[in-house]
Nanobody, 128 residues
Framework: QVQLVESGGGLVQAGDSLRLSCLVS????????MAWFRQAPGKERDVVAV????????YYTDAVKGRFTISRDNAKNTAYLQMDSLTPEDTAVYYC?????????????????????WGQGTQVTVSS
């Protein structure tokens, strides 16, 4: 059983930074791609960033490129999302998600229904 626990959300002002963490149970963490999604009220859950199990490649949605950084520490079974230069548009519930693979030659998964394991979500609120 794979379980994900997020932490690090909160209320910040525009321009501030936050780091989200996602601790994953299990012994095969390095085999899983990790992703961060977010969902604002009344909107769909959208991908923010994805990182391959090895950490060798990443994906970012255009809205966060240059401001957010996804990383992982496979020795600690933890994925991170460093969020800098936050804006009110970043306000949402942030979810981490995990899926086995994909192979190194395949594209990273960016759709919610491609992920089988989810955390409970953590609220990020950015005031103007």
């Amino acid at each position: 059983q794979v379980q994900l626990v997020e932490s690090g959300g909160g209320l910040v002002q525009a321009g501030d930074s936050l780091r989200l963490s996602c601790l994953v149970s299990g012994r095969t963490f390095s085999l899983y791609s990790m992703a961060w999604f977010r969902q604002a009220p009344g909107k769909e859950r959208d991908v923010v960033a994805v990182i391959r199990g090895s950490g060798s490649s990443t994906y970012y949605t255009d809205a966060v490129k240059g401001r957010f950084t996804i990383s992982r520490d496979n020795a600690k079974n933890t994925a991170y999302l460093q969020m800098d230069s936050l804006t009110p548009e970043d306000t949402a519930v942030y979810y981490c998600a995990a899926k086995m693979g994909p192979p190194f030659y395949s594209a990273l998964a960016t759709k919610p229904d491609e992920y089988g394991y989810w955390g409970q979500g953590t609220q990020v609120t950015v005031s103007s």
